[in-house]
């Protein structure tokens, strides 16, 4: 690895790539853009991925682990998941080298967000921004509106007593043990107004919310940011003290107290969540059994290939699998499944997918997508409601994606971030539409998946490497094109391939509202 401290030659590095070194032991990118030559702090500031592995794109430098997106001319953090900038070295060319010259300078301090995708700070004219929900989306909106010196008020609702925080170590790192409950909150705090209760009604013509204490809260625009609730088992014993779900900090929080003085427990549903948690609760050493009805875990989603290497991953592990099987009841210490099998279990968690909370947009008169077409709030391609100045994002937007070619919702912690982030900037004088592909990540002990676009019924693959060996990637075939892409054990494929889709034109003229995908 270079030493920038000793220089490099300027032929070495071409216009527009990067190369990672350090400087004074720290890990640092070199990088020339425009015939200039910048460095940054080499760790991604989301959770320290090696940014020297990631890739240049369109002035911003992009992390191969979970798709952070950095100015290359700022070192600001120009899309979630990281909120934090990089830090800036200094650098200087002499006699046809350029070296690192100096010791880091203080973290640039983020004054916009006006880096690529424009934004006047101050401009905006959307007053009082009311945000219900302060999950993914809904923070990732305040935050950048706080950023971006949004000149009105914004008020951040949530009937989620926790400080925001990140909802994707509930089920991994800080259900392992791995992180603390205060590392799990979202950094920087905000500088919006945060109310905690839950919002109860939306007046659309007076445009305000009404709050379950009875508070009535005006906005000039209002983003819907809810997210979804995990679906229950209607089934008997399973409303039993020991039947846990697993959305928020606070049910990470149950499951841990309940491993503690637990030796077996049951997994009902062989979900992402589900699966994850099996794997975390694996590693804090106990039995851990998944009951699910399918025959290949995650099959739909990812084909069964890869749904049986990610059932091998679990195996290996010591988690045991009764596929094609329902639970039939609980009694509180035993399940017994749709073949009279029974599983011995201290605790439950269920993984049976999530609904999308669209109850206070549907009593508002918003259209929404029946449960048939996968529900959900519908938007237009800037994600505006059927009410005018009202949004919806993340979990519960149904909204026209440019690659799918089709209205679609999806459940992703950085989709919804960055959905929050594009109103944000749209709110704030920024045209155009909404044009980033899904992305999400998983986690099965050390196997790792990304995953870029949207299939709704794979149609076919094109696999490159090899499966078995959990170093592949591959493209899905869906309505007659390749519209999602997974990657494991690579990381630069994914990232090249999020560039190129959400530089695609439009497949086809989708629909604004209201069609079936
Ligand atoms: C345990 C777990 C792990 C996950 N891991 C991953 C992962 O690794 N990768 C990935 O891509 N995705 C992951 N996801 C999915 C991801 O977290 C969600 O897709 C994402 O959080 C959705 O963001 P959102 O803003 O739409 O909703 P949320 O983050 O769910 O936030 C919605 C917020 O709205 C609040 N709210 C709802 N209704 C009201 C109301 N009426 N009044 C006031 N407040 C209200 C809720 O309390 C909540 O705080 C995971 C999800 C879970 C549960
Ligand atoms: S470590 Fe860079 S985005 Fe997560």
């Known amino acids: 690895m270079s030493d920038f401290a000793l220089g490099v030659a300027v032929e070495e590095l071409e216009e527009g790539q990067m190369l990672a070194g350090e400087f004074a032991g720290e890990p640092v990118v070199l990088i020339r853009q425009n015939g200039r030559f910048c460095a940054w702090s080499g760790n991604c500031t ?49 006699d046809g080298r350029v070296f690192v010259a100096a010791a880091p300078t203080l973290k640039v301090q983020p004054v916009s967000a006006k880096h690529e995708r424009p934004v006047a700070a101050g401009s905006g004219q959307a007053g009082r921004v009311v945000i219900i929900g302060a999950g993914a989306g809904g923070y990732a909106c305040a935050e950048l509106l706080g950023r971006a010196g949004h000149a ?27 992180t603390s409950r205060e590392a799990s909150l979202m950094s920087p705090a905000l500088a919006a107004e945060r109310r905690t209760g839950r919002a109860v009604a939306i007046d659309v013509g007076d445009r305000s919310v009404r709050l379950k204490n009875g508070e009535r809260v005006p906005f000039d625009v209002l983003v819907l940011a809810t997210g979804g609730d995990p679906v229950r088992a209607d089934l008997p014993g399973f409303d039993g003290p020991n039947v ?17 003085t637990a030796r077996r427990v049951a997994i009902v549903g062989a979900s ?13 050493k106990l039995d851990v059994h998944v009951i699910a009805p399918d025959d290949v875990p995650l099959k739909k989603v ?34 017994t499944l749709d073949d009279e099998s029974t599983v011995e279990a201290d605790f439950v968690v269920l993984g049976l ?82 044009r980033d592909p899904p992305f999400f990540w998983s986690a099965h002990f050390d196997t790792g998946l990304k995953y870029v676009g949207h299939v709704g019924s794979i149609e076919g693959t094109r696999v490159e490497g090899e499966i078995a060996k959990r170093e592949f990637t591959i493209g899905y075939m869906g309505k007659g094109e390749e519209r999602a892409f997974v990657t494991c054990g690579r990381d630069l494929p994914a990232l090249t391939v999020e560039a190129e889709w959400e530089g695609a034109d439009p497949i086809e003229a989708a629909p604004v509202r209201g069609t079936a995908g």
Request: charged share 20%; aromatic share 6%.
């Open 152 to 178: 009105g008020t914004v008020t951040l609702i949530s009937d989620d007593p926790d400080p925001p925080y990140d909802r994707t170590v509930c089920s991994k790192q800080y259900l392992i043990g791995m």
């Open 244 to 260: 846990h779900v697993l959305r928020t900090l606070a049910d990470a929080d149950a499951l841990i107290a309940a491993a503690g």
């Open 46 to 94: 989301h959770l320290g991925a090696p940014l020297g592995e990631g890739l240049l794109v369109d002035g911003q430098l992009r992390c191969p682990w979970h798709h952070a997106r950095f100015s290359v001319s700022s070192g600001e953090a120009v899309g979630a998941p990281a909120f934090q900038p990089l830090t800036r070295y200094m650098t200087a060319v002499t």
């Open 302 to 335: 990812l084909g069964a290939e890869v749904g049986r290497m990610i059932r091998m991953v679990h195996e290996e592990q010591g988690v045991v699998f009764h596929l094609g099987r329902r639970c039939k009841s609980f009694d509180g210490s035993r399940l």
């Open 272 to 284: 992402f969540i589900g699966l994850e948690a099996a794997a975390s609760l694996k590693q804090r």
């Open 353 to 434: 997918g999530v609904r999308p909370r669209t109850e206070l947009a549907a009593a508002a008169g918003l259209e929404c997508a029946p449960t048939s077409q996968g529900g959900g709030v519908v938007v237009n391609g800037r994600l505006e409601t059927s009410a005018a100045g009202i949004f919806a994002i993340g979990d519960i937007a149904r909204y026209p994606d440019v690659h799918a070619g089709q209205p679609i919702r999806v459940e992703h912690w950085v989709h919804a971030q960055r959905q929050g982030q594009y109103l944000a900037r749209a709110l704030l004088g920024k045209a155009g539409e909404y």
